[in-house]
């Protein structure tokens, strides 16, 4: 079930196009949205940091540094490139995906699933009111 929500976090997916390994779609959904709504996910992410502070896995302090990095002296002008031809595409000869990073490990994954749960809270919060 978790690894079904992370997934739709990470990838951006419709629920309805979550792949068959993760259970049904509509599960997967109805124990996020419910899980989202009661706090369990930020009762999670609290058991998992006092489990690893009690186990010496965070460091806590925060260090501000004031190194100055001078830009490049070709990084202050205007473009010197023409404008694209007309019908290139934007992403001509890039590359698409560098690859996602790996998780390292399952503290990870909860702060990154309760910060996507935080903004889409936010924005729910922030939108008006529809009607069906």
Request: proline fraction near 5%.
């Amino acid at each position: 079930m978790i690894d079904g929500i992370l997934h739709r976090v990470r990838t951006g997916v419709h629920w309805r196009d979550l792949p068959e390994r993760f259970g049904p779609w509509k599960t997967v959904y109805e124990r996020h949205r419910l899980w989202s709504a009661d706090g369990t996910w930020e009762r999670l992410l609290q058991q998992v940091q006092a489990a690893a502070d009690a186990a010496g896995e965070i460091d806590w302090n925060v260090s501000v540094d004031s190194t100055i990095v001078r830009a490049h002296q070709h990084a202050a002008g205007a473009r010197t490139d023409p404008p694209p031809a007309l019908g290139a595409s934007k992403g001509d000869g890039e590359v698409e995906h560098q690859g996602e990073r790996p998780w390292q490990s399952l503290a990870d994954r909860l702060v990154e699933v309760v910060s996507e749960v935080r903004a889409w809270a936010a924005r729910a919060a922030a939108s008006p009111a529809r009607s069906t």
